[in-house]
C-alpha cells in the first residue's frame, strides 16, 4: 500500500463510475460519472489530514483504494476495489494490512446490505454488525438497508 498520487486518480474514478461498482457501494456521489464532483471529493478528502486514504497495490499497479475519515465523531474505513479485479482476495488481504497503520479503535464501517462481499471482508478482519439502518443510496435510487460494522 501507499499513498494515493494525482497519477492514480484517473483508474480511481474509472472504477467509481463503473455502474456495477456504484451499486455495489450504493453510497457515492448523486452521479458517480460527474468528473468535477469526483475531483472536488478527492481534493476535500485529501486535504483533510485527519484523512489516511492509500492505493492497494499490487506489482506497481493500482487495484484499490483503502482509507480512514472521520463522521460524527466516529472513526471509519472504507475500501473500494478495481470491479475487474473482485473476487480475488485483494480487500481481504489489504484490510488486515491498513488495520496495522490505522490504529484507532473502536473503529467502523459501513456496507449496503447487498454488498456481501464487503460484508464477509469486514467480519473475516474482525469487524462486528453491530447494527442496520435504511439510507438512501444515490447510486441505486432508493433507500436500502446499511449494516454498520465496529472492530474494538
Known amino acids: 500500500m501507499r499513498l494515493l498520487e494525482d497519477a492514480d486518480l484517473d483508474a480511481v474514478f474509472r472504477w467509481e463510475r463503473d455502474p456495477a461498482a456504484a451499486a455495489m457501494a450504493a453510497f457515492t456521489r448523486d452521479d458517480p460519472a460527474d468528473r468535477a464532483a469526483f475531483d472536488a471529493h478527492y481534493r476535500r478528502v485529501r486535504a483533510d489530514p485527519a484523512n489516511l486514504l492509500l ?14 475519515f472521520t463522521i460524527d465523531d466516529e472513526r471509519e474505513v472504507g475500501f473500494w476495489i478495481d470491479p475487474a479485479r473482485w473476487g480475488r482476495g485483494i480487500a481481504s488481504a489489504a484490510l488486515p494490512l491498513f488495520l496495522d497503520v490505522e490504529r ?11 454488498n456481501l462481499g464487503s460484508a464477509a471482508v469486514l467480519q473475516r478482519a474482525g469487524f462486528e454488525r453491530v447494527g442496520s439502518e435504511r439510507s438512501w443510496a444515490a447510486a441505486v435510487g432508493e433507500e436500502i438497508v446499511e449494516h454498520r460494522y465496529r472492530l474494538d
Do not use: N
Not at 56 to 68: E, H, L, R
Not at 107 to 112: D, I, K, Q, Y
Open 104 to 114: 484507532e479503535r473502536p473503529l467502523h464501517a459501513r456496507a449496503a446490505a447487498h
Open 55 to 68: 492505493v492497494i497495490d499490487d506489482d506497481g499497479q493500482a487495484v484499490g483504494t483503502i482509507g480512514s
